[in-house]
């Protein structure tokens, strides 16, 4: 029996009558969406290309910092939710396959997530 189709947002499984659409941007042709997850997972892959077309011009410094001075000047209740949105990401990320181009950076991803879990990022 063939694996059932699932959501790469939420992993609930796609039935065919279900409302469903392809990932935009990504690498994978057959990555589905449910109807529910298509915006945060739209906008997850689209902020993906962004910030790394952005560390591809090599001053990934002066993009760090123009990042923090950015991000400190948003809505301090949304600087918090982004920081529970990058602990997700931590979770996932940390089980990336890896070859020596990314293996440094998932290590770190793990390490940053085991710290991460003794920490509560409460919604206010
Ligand atoms: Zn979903």
Request: charged letters at 25%; proline letters at 3%.
């Amino acid at each position: 029996m063939p694996e059932p189709t699932k959501c790469i947002g939420c992993g609930a499984v796609i039935h065919d009558d279900e409302e469903y659409s392809f990932v935009e941007g990504t690498i994978n042709p057959n990555a589905l969406v449910c109807h529910h997850c298509k915006k945060a997972v739209n906008d997850g892959f689209r902020l993906s290309k962004e910030l790394c077309d952005a560390v591809n011009v090599g001053d990934e410094c002066s993009f760090g910092r123009a990042l923090a001075i950015g991000f400190a000047n948003q809505h301090r209740t949304l600087q918090q939710s982004f920081f529970r949105a990058f602990c997700a990401f931590l979770h996932y990320y940390k089980d990336t396959r890896t070859d020596a181009r990314n293996e440094a950076a998932v290590e770190m991803a793990k390490k940053w997530f085991a710290v991460s879990q003794d920490q509560t990022l409460p919604f206010i």
